[in-house]
């Protein structure tokens, strides 16, 4: 994640919220965040949310996961101030804690954490390397890294259609291949590494997604981004529907332990 003027403003934030649903800025919903998870006990544990965004997820963590408390961070005022008024609204300032952090090392001492979680944000971390040894340092003995990221099938320069597609996104993503992102992770001294590609899953939804956006909700997305602002979307999305349908854009489940 990187300094700077928020790149999720309320505008791009009321969109993909309308597209993903209150709270959410990836896609997927509660039933992804669980597929990431699947197999883990969060009961009573302690969570680091890296990438939290307006704090859906975060919360969820603990109120649906059985989390003992949840740290949420993110770079981003905007994010964070909703999420933190969104823990407040639910009551959970006890379990949940939302913070902003700057960009760089994690803020946190070695071994405090049980699980580090994220979803869709480590894309905006362009040293995955120093990431996976971070992540290693704050967990706990016999604790797992789980993850979701939005990855590149490859890792050398991406392709035309691809650098039109992150142009178009105009975020500050920083993508990655599967075999960056496992290398990293062991080379950080994690073990039972995997990786899950799930560009098959979003590629279906993505079409679906770019639907709602150009006619089944289009009335809805109208009113509440306007239309030159939906336009532009309906272009990204277009943009990258390609780069999935050839294989190019790989989101991954991505998991570890520290042993």
């Known amino acids: 994640m990187s300094a700077g003027q ?19 800025l990836s896609p997927g919903g509660p039933e992804e965040v669980a597929r990431v998870l699947e197999g883990l006990d969060l009961t009573d544990k302690s969570v680091l ?7 859906a997820i975060t919360l969820s963590l603990a109120q649906d996961h059985g989390a003992g408390h949840v740290t949420g961070i993110d770079v981003e005022s905007g994010v964070c101030a909703a999420a ?15 913070r902003k952090v700057a960009p760089g090392p994690l803020p946190f001492d070695a071994a405090q954490f049980d699980i580090v979680f994220s979803k869709d944000a480590i ?51 920083e993508m990655a291949s599967p075999a960056r992102y496992e290398a990293a992770l062991y080379d950080a001294g994690f073990e039972q590494v995997r990786t899950v590609n799930r560009n098959p899953w979003y590629t279906d939804k993505a079409r679906g997604e770019l639907a709602e956006l150009e006619t089944t909700r289009r009335a809805d997305f109208i009113a509440r981004v306007g239309e030159d ?5 309906i272009t990204t999305w277009r943009a990258m529907l390609h780069v999935l349908e050839t294989g190019e854009h790989c989101p991954h489940h991505l998991r570890a332990c520290k042993p």
Request: charged letters at 25%; glycine letters at 10%.
């Open 84 to 98: 933190g008024a969104r823990i407040v609204a639910a009551g959970a300032q006890d379990r949940v804690t939302i």
């Open 49 to 55: 949310d890296i990438g939290c965004g307006t704090g």
């Open 229 to 233: 602002f939906l336009r532009e979307n």
């Open 6 to 24: 928020d790149h999720y403003d309320d505008q791009l934030t009321a969109l993909l919220e309308e597209l993903w649903g209150e709270g959410y």
């Open 123 to 173: 894309i905006h971390i362009p040293d995955k390397e120093a990431l996976a040894r971070d992540a290693f340092r704050i967990l706990k003995p016999g604790g797992w890294f789980a993850a979701s990221d939005w990855l590149i099938s490859h890792d050398h320069a991406p392709s035309s259609e691809m650098a039109a597609y992150l142009k178009a996104e105009g975020l500050d993503f």
